[in-house]
């Protein structure tokens, strides 16, 4: 087990990743193939996140063209994707600054599994330590790691080593408001807000004191002075 001082908590999707990016790619390899119907997949997605839900593509292109279909799907989703560059603005800086300077940190991602890693392979980021999770609120997951002394056992899913780390204090970065709820005194955050984009329904809320609201990831690097 090794210790550290801080460790980062990093969101993946509209924090590290530019979804609108990733969205562009993906409804074009949607609008190419013959047998998706595009208009019925952007209309569920719609209805789900209006409700503040997580729209899990893959199981709705499987119910449309089955298992088979769906890897081939993905291979050119994930070819088209790398092309280019899928994270978001400053992330790449964030990404760079953390490792040049020893800092741990890893992805902590909501939502289906099989989804967000083939995202995270699409952006080039498949290799960070990641913690994918059904549970929204995140504070709450972070709260789990505190021990008796008030540190954090990080587990060994989100380290580089697959052994645990003990810090003083875990940032998160997030940008939905529901995510910081229940963070533990010792942790702190940033409220990642899109300096281009409005705040959607499912982004909104309330936050504690200890989260700081970031206009994207380069306010976060110099906020840190990283």
Same mark, same amino acid.
């Given at each position: ?9 990093? #969101? ?13 790619? =993906?409804? @074009?390899?949607?609008?190419?193939? /013959? ?8 209309? @569920?997605?719609?209805?789900?996140? #209006? ?5 899990? @593509?893959?199981?709705?292109?499987? /119910?449309?063209?089955? $298992? ?7 291979? $050119?989703?994930? @070819? ?33 599994? &099989? *989804? ?10 498949? !290799? ?5 999770? !059904?549970?929204?609120?995140?504070? %709450?997951?972070?709260?789990? *790691?505190?021990?008796? #002394? !008030? ?22 970065? #997030?940008?939905? %408001?529901?995510? =910081?709820? &229940? ?7 940033? *409220? ?13 809320? +309330? ?14 690097? +110099?906020?840190?002075?990283?």
């Amino acid at each position: 087990m090794s210790e550290a001082e801080t460790f980062y908590a990093i #969101d993946f999707d509209r924090c590290l990743s530019d979804t609108y990016k990733l969205d562009t790619v =993906f409804y @074009e390899v949607v609008d190419e193939h /013959k047998d998706v119907d595009g208009d019925k997949l952007r209309s @569920e997605r719609r209805h789900i996140e #209006d409700s503040g839900g997580s729209f899990d @593509e893959v199981q709705a292109l499987q /119910k449309q063209i089955g $298992t088979s279909a769906l890897l081939d799907f993905f291979d $050119t989703f994930i @070819e088209r994707a790398r092309e280019k560059d899928m994270l978001s603005d400053g992330a790449r800086e964030l990404i760079d600054a953390l490792e040049a300077r020893d800092k741990p940190f890893g992805i902590v991602s909501y939502g289906g599994p &099989e *989804w967000q890693r083939i995202k995270m392979q699409a952006s080039g980021v498949e !290799n960070i330590p990641t913690l994918i999770t !059904n549970h929204k609120k995140k504070g %709450a997951i972070i709260k789990s *790691w505190q021990q008796q #002394d !008030n540190r954090f056992l990080v587990p060994a899913d989100l380290t580089t080593t697959d052994e645990p780390i003990t810090v003083d204090t875990v940032v998160l970065m #997030d940008d939905k %408001a529901t995510a =910081f709820s &229940e963070l533990p005194p010792g942790a702190r955050g940033y *409220w990642i807000q899109s300096p281009s984009h409005p705040l959607l329904l499912s982004q909104v809320g +309330s936050v504690p004191p200890t989260v700081q609201i970031a206009k994207g990831l380069r306010e976060v690097i +110099s906020l840190e002075s990283l």
